[in-house]
C-alpha cells in the first residue's frame, strides 16, 4: 500500500510538472507573437508618418514651385506690356489729347530733362522724377506738363513763382497760391489740371486739348495756346 501510495504521488508530481512546463511554454510563445505584433505595428505606424512627411514636403515643394514659377511668369508678362517708346519717337501736336502720356520710362524721361538746354535754371531736372510721377498719378502728358510750366513761370523760373511754389499761376484773390515745397506745388497744379480742368465732369472741364483748356484757364488770352505750345515743341525738339 506505501509503495502505492508513493508511485501515485511520483505520477502527480510528474504530472504537475508537465502541466507547469507546458503553461510556461504557452506564455513564452504567446509573449513572443505580442512582442512581434507589437515591432510589426511599430514598424507599421513609422512607415506611415515618414510616408506622410514625403508627402506633405512634395506638396509643399511643388506649391512653392509653381508660385515661384506663377510670379516669375506675371513680371515677365508685365515687362512686355510695358513697352516704352524712345524719346525721338515722342509725338505732340496742337490736338493732342493731354492725358496721353509720352509713352517714355522715367530713365528716358530724366535724360531729356538733363539735355533740355533751355532749362537754364535745372529745375526740370532736379525735378524730374517728381514730374514724371505725378504726370502717372495724374494722367497728364509729361511734355505738356513741362510746357505749362515754362509758359507760366518761364523756363528760369521767374522769382515770384520760386518763392511761392506755384508754377502754373494758380491764384486766390489776384495773388499767387503759396504751396510749402517745390513738390507740393507741382503736385497741387498737376492735381488742379487732372480734377478741374482734363476730367469730364470737372468744374473747369471743357474737352482734352490746349484750346479747350484755355477757355476756362487764360479765357482773355488769344496767344496762350500757341504759348505753350511752343514751349512744348522746346522739350522735344
Same mark, same amino acid.
Given at each position: 500500500?506505501?509503495?502505492?501510495?508513493?508511485?501515485?504521488?511520483?505520477?502527480?508530481?510528474?504530472?504537475?510538472?508537465?502541466?507547469?512546463?507546458? #503553461?510556461?511554454?504557452?506564455? $513564452?510563445?504567446?509573449?513572443?507573437?505580442?512582442?512581434?505584433?507589437?515591432?510589426?505595428?511599430?514598424?507599421?505606424?513609422? #512607415?506611415?508618418?515618414? *510616408?506622410?512627411?514625403?508627402?506633405?514636403?512634395?506638396? *509643399? *515643394?511643388?506649391?512653392?514651385?509653381?508660385?515661384?514659377?506663377?510670379?516669375?511668369?506675371?513680371?515677365?508678362?508685365?515687362?512686355?506690356?510695358?513697352?516704352?517708346?524712345?524719346?525721338?519717337?515722342?509725338? $505732340?501736336?496742337?490736338?493732342?489729347?493731354?492725358?496721353?502720356?509720352?509713352?517714355?520710362?522715367?530713365?528716358?524721361?530724366?535724360?531729356?530733362?538733363?539735355?533740355?538746354?533751355?532749362?537754364?535754371?535745372?529745375?526740370?531736372?532736379?525735378?524730374?522724377?517728381?514730374?514724371?510721377?505725378?504726370?502717372?498719378?495724374?494722367?497728364?502728358?509729361?511734355?505738356?506738363?513741362?510746357?505749362?510750366?515754362?509758359?507760366?513761370?518761364?523756363?528760369? $523760373?521767374?522769382?515770384?513763382?520760386?518763392?511761392?511754389?506755384?508754377?502754373?499761376?494758380?491764384?486766390?484773390?489776384?495773388?499767387? #497760391?503759396?504751396?510749402?515745397?517745390?513738390?507740393?506745388?507741382?503736385?497741387?497744379?498737376?492735381?488742379?489740371?487732372?480734377?478741374?480742368?482734363?476730367?469730364?465732369?470737372?468744374?473747369?472741364?471743357?474737352?482734352?486739348?490746349?484750346?479747350?483748356?484755355?477757355?476756362?484757364?487764360?479765357?482773355?488770352?488769344?496767344?496762350?495756346?500757341?504759348?505753350?505750345?511752343?514751349?512744348?515743341?522746346?522739350?522735344?525738339?
Amino acid at each position: 500500500m506505501e509503495n502505492n501510495s508513493k508511485s501515485g504521488l511520483k505520477i502527480n508530481h510528474i504530472i504537475s510538472v508537465v502541466l507547469v512546463l507546458i #503553461i510556461l511554454s504557452s506564455n $513564452i510563445q504567446l509573449f513572443g507573437l505580442t512582442k512581434q505584433e507589437i515591432n510589426e505595428e511599430n514598424n507599421e505606424n513609422s #512607415i506611415k508618418e515618414e *510616408t506622410q512627411v514625403a508627402d506633405t514636403y512634395n506638396r *509643399t *515643394t511643388n506649391v512653392t514651385s509653381r508660385s515661384s514659377v506663377d510670379r516669375t511668369k506675371k513680371e515677365e508678362k508685365q515687362k512686355e506690356e510695358t513697352k516704352y517708346i524712345k524719346v525721338d519717337e515722342i509725338t $505732340i501736336s496742337k490736338s493732342m489729347d493731354l492725358t496721353k502720356r509720352t509713352g517714355v520710362s522715367k530713365e528716358d524721361f530724366k535724360e531729356l530733362m538733363k539735355n533740355l538746354k533751355v532749362d537754364t535754371s535745372g529745375f526740370f531736372y532736379e525735378n524730374s522724377d517728381t514730374i514724371y510721377d505725378l504726370c502717372e498719378k495724374y494722367e497728364l502728358n509729361e511734355v505738356f506738363f513741362c510746357g505749362l510750366i515754362a509758359a507760366e513761370s518761364g523756363w528760369n $523760373i521767374q522769382s515770384n513763382h520760386r518763392r511761392a511754389h506755384n508754377y502754373i499761376s494758380m491764384m486766390s484773390k489776384g495773388k499767387l #497760391i503759396k504751396y510749402a515745397s517745390e513738390e507740393a506745388g507741382l503736385e497741387a497744379a498737376a492735381k488742379l489740371l487732372h480734377t478741374k480742368y482734363l476730367t469730364p465732369g470737372g468744374a473747369y472741364y471743357r474737352g482734352k486739348t490746349l484750346a479747350s483748356v484755355q477757355k476756362i484757364f487764360c479765357p482773355n488770352s488769344s496767344t496762350w495756346v500757341g504759348l505753350v505750345y511752343g514751349c512744348m515743341k522746346q522739350v522735344v525738339k
